[in-house]
């Protein structure tokens, strides 16, 4: 019977990670504050201090994510420990998970089989606070907000045109709509209110974009909470609030330090999704493992669609990263399944299928190539069920394209499966080859970027909003934030709108259903279709199979 994930990790042997920081990374322990023995912060001085040179950076992306699954974040994983397995100095840097996926439908994002990062349950369940110190920042600021208005509102907030929701990491459907403040005068002014999941924050998406402790407190004090009647914004500083914030989260903004299976040194910070956020890792902590590393393998979420194109328009606009070569991870079965394959026939053969559902892999090669303007491998995580000649069709398409593939197996043999994976990456790489190009300029109206985005990575035709969204999106151009990028929230599954069209939909029009300004993180959020801020879990979620003994060992947790 083959072991489960998390019956690997927990018989995996780990280094005090003083010892890993140390002899890993030249870090002394006076710089760490652990964490129990196998996680530690890693101290914002020290790394400020720090000479080391930029190492390579590598972008881990995928297809379009299906009920099968992808494993981007098990090759992430996998491409770091293959990077050290052939003498690169290579430093992961990954997210944090957050419950919602863990206790509903995706599970664990720890990574996989003999690919994972370890403490596996630690990271992810509550790991170092992180999570908990952003949703105490969001709310503290959702409750001085209502206070303020209680206690004679002298800002003049009209409680119509408040735009700060409360948080939770966790899917509570219940909390997407609620009334606030029922039950007489002494609880404040009844209103319409919400929750969204932790991930959806804009403080999480300012955790992850800030660069410091100043800028951090900076840009907590330009949220927008809502508006007097006269509809003049009314900032979190305007509540003397950014202060009290930015304490809550100092010492969560130190990235934080874990390994691999194979001890290689990993950082792990912030968590945004990249369907409804920004879906990438701190600044801090990518910035933080190039200069500890000469690679560093990070990701961002979902497919290239998503998280790629906002790791580039959004973070590397902001940050001035740029990466050196980006690995277009899929797998055979989760083709098929773009293919038109229903989930339960996946392991039969079915080149027809293939070659339909190839169609995503191909767009979002293209995307990478074209678009953002950066070389790329493709990796296909390999399943037993998979044949040869599945394999060679799949081949021949990537090679038509110029494109370098590889069938990497990390998942069952670790580093050792990876090794081609990782001497391509690095072939790539150091040919420098790379020539970032943004999806569309700051200069470019808001309209017209929501426009690029949609005709040029999502192959759609146009896009479409009521009046009433159309006028919010030019109230915020003539209001000065025109400049700022845009984050599209929408469904995963498809380059539509609409989950149920697979593989490379054409000529769909992508609807603007709300329109959220983050003044703080500087971006310009784009809801579209159905896709929703704070999710709900499945009929049966994951949290039915996760236990734990008298001893405390965890079971079920993926």
């Known amino acids: 019977m083959a072991l489960s994930d998390i019956d690997i990790a927990q018989a995996a ?31 914002l ?33 996998g491409l770091g420990d293959a990077l ?15 419950l919602g996926p863990v206790f509903g ?38 409750a001085l907000l209502d206070n303020h208005i209680h206690h004679g509102n002298a800002l003049g907030l009209d409680v119509r045109r408040i735009t700060w929701r409360r948080v939770m990491d966790m899917n509570d459907r219940a909390l997407r709509n609620i009334v606030v403040s029922l039950g007489g005068p002494g609880n404040g002014y009844p209103r319409e209110d919400g929750f969204d999941i932790v991930v959806a924050s ?38 003397q609030a950014h202060g009290a914030m930015a304490a809550l989260l100092k010492d969560a903004i130190k990235p934080n330090l874990v390994q691999t299976l194979e001890n290689n040194p990993a950082i792990i910070h912030g968590g945004p999704f990249a369907n409804i956020a920004h879906g990438c890792n701190t600044i801090t902590a990518t910035r933080a493992a190039l200069k500890l590393g000469d690679y560093v393998v990070t990701e961002a979420g979902f497919g290239a669609d998503l998280g790629a194109e906002k790791f580039i328009d959004i973070k590397c606009r902001k940050s001035g990263l740029r990466p050196d070569a980006v690995v277009v991870v899929a797998t055979v079965r989760a083709l098929k399944h773009h293919g038109g394959v229903d989930a339960k026939n996946l392991n039969v053969p079915d080149l027809a299928a293939l070659e339909r559902g190839m169609a995503n892999l191909e767009r979002h090669v293209s995307n990478v190539r074209n678009h953002y303007g950066l070389p790329c491998v493709v990796s296909v995580n390999h399943f037993t069920s998979d044949t040869t000649e599945e394999i060679d069709l799949l081949r021949s398409s990537m090679e038509r394209l110029g494109v370098p593939m590889v069938v990497a197996r990390h998942w069952a043999d670790g580093s050792k499966g990876a090794e081609e994976l990782a001497r391509k990456v690095v072939k790539i790489a150091e040919a ?13 109206s808001l309209w017209d970027k929501m426009k690029a985005i949609a005709t040029k990575v999502y192959g759609a035709a146009d896009i479409n909003a009521d009046a009433a969204i159309r006028a919010r999106i030019q109230k915020l151009q003539d209001d000065g934030y025109g400049h700022y990028p845009v984050c ?41 279709g159905d896709i929703m801020t704070m999710p709900g879990l499945p009929r049966e979620p994951s949290s039915m199979r996760i236990d734990v003994d008298d001893d405390g060992k965890i079971s079920g947790l993926f």
């Open 202 to 239: 804009e403080v999480m998406a300012i955790f992850c974009l800030a660069t410091s402790r100043r800028d951090l407190k900076e840009r907590l004090g330009n949220i927008i909470v809502g508006y007097t009647r006269e509809q003049l914004p009314v900032r979190a500083r305007d509540l």
């Open 488 to 528: 599209v929230a929408k469904t995963q599954y498809s380059f539509s709108t609409d989950p149920k069209l697979r593989a490379a939909p054409s000529g769909h029009v992508v609807n603007i259903r709300e329109v959220r300004l983050a003044a703080g993180a500087e971006f310009v959020v784009m809801i579209c």
């Open 84 to 98: 050290n397995r052939i003498g690169k100095k290579a430093v992961i840097a990954l997210r944090e998970p957050s």
């Open 105 to 142: 439908m995706k599970g664990g994002a720890a990574g996989g089989g003999y690919a994972q990062v370890v403490p596996m349950e630690d990271i992810n369940l509550h790991f170092t606070g992180d999570f908990s110190a952003i949703a105490l920042a969001h709310n503290l600021l959702a």
């Open 45 to 77: 001085g020290w790394l400020d201090r720090h000479p080391g040179p930029d190492g390579k950076l590598i972008l881990v992306t995928a297809i379009s994510p299906t009920p099968a699954g992808e494993g981007k974040t098990t090759t992430t994983v």
């Open 432 to 444: 420098g080859t790379a020539r970032m190009s943004y999806v569309y300029e700051d200069s470019d």
């Open 13 to 43: 042997s780990l280094v005090p990670v003083i010892q890993l920081a140390r002899e890993r990374l030249g870090i002394p322990a006076e710089a760490l504050e652990p964490y129990g023995h196998y996680k530690a912060k890693i101290d």
